[in-house]
């Protein structure tokens, strides 16, 4: 970063003192993301006309060993086979992101952080609201995951095949959920903290950049997004729930 009187650019010391200050503040304050916005009126899909809102995702960010044994097993996943920070979004069918929980532990269970995190991160759905997820969010209350293979009785290993309509349905949801990955190709792909090299640094500044990040990134979608060939189009105009 080239200020003025510092011809290579400004040092981590003065870095520290007069920028982070300002993004912490920034962080503690900004609010782009619209949870209510999931109740919009073009927030369907032909094949889920009502009761569904939202479809969730998580994502990791990558993190330096910490030196500290505990922590470092607290963020180690073995699917990444390296320490991580996981952060999961909410998004509608239009590529909205309306929910946002920040940094859980890299061990957490996906579907655990959407069921324990409801009513603190993001607010309580409506008891007659579904969403979609996969595999594992099974655990999420009123959510609704692919159909997965079942232990045959009184085996240990071999599994009855998905029927032909489990897998179409399979088929189905995978479809709806690919607009998950279209709102990170904007998300995580376009940004180097979560692409590019591991993080080193203390977890109030990532929490920080993170927030601001999404946030940024929702503001982004919400106005001009739509005018992106990419974005997914709404599909109807009517309320999620009829009486």
């Not at 993301?33 to 009761?51: G, M, Q, T, V």
């Not at 470092?72 to 999961?88: D, E, I, N, R, S």
């Amino acid at each position: 970063m080239r200020v003025r009187d510092e011809v290579h650019g400004m040092n981590y010391d003065t870095f520290r003192r007069k920028v982070m200050p300002i993004v912490h503040k920034y962080a503690a304050v900004i609010n782009e993301i619209r949870w209510e916005d999931r109740l919009k009126h073009n927030n369907h899909a032909p094949h889920f006309p009502y009761r569904f809102t939202t479809m969730w995702d998580s994502y990791p960010i990558k993190c330096c060993v910490p030196e500290d044994a505990a922590i470092a097993g607290m963020l180690h996943q073995p699917k990444y086979k390296m320490c991580v920070f996981k952060v999961t979004i909410g998004v509608t069918f239009t590529g909205e992101i309306v929910a946002l929980v920040t940094l859980s532990l890299g061990i957490s269970h996906d579907g655990r952080i959407a069921e324990e995190e409801e009513g603190i991160s993001f607010p309580y759905r409506y008891v007659w609201e579904w969403s979609i997820g996969d595999g594992p969010y099974e655990v999420f209350k009123r959510c609704l995951v692919p159909h997965r293979p079942q232990l045959e009785p009184g085996s240990n290993s071999r599994y009855i095949p998905l029927t032909s309509d489990q897998t179409s349905d399979n088929d189905l949801v995978s479809f709806y959920r690919a607009r998950v990955e279209h709102t990170n190709r904007k998300l995580v792909y376009s940004h180097e903290l979560f692409t590019g090299r591991k993080y080193l640094g203390s977890f109030a500044d990532l929490r920080s950049f993170v927030d601001i990040t999404v946030h940024t990134t929702a503001k982004y979608i919400r106005e001009y997004a739509p005018h992106d060939s990419t974005t997914a189009r709404g599909f109807g105009n009517w309320p999620h729930f009829v009486a």
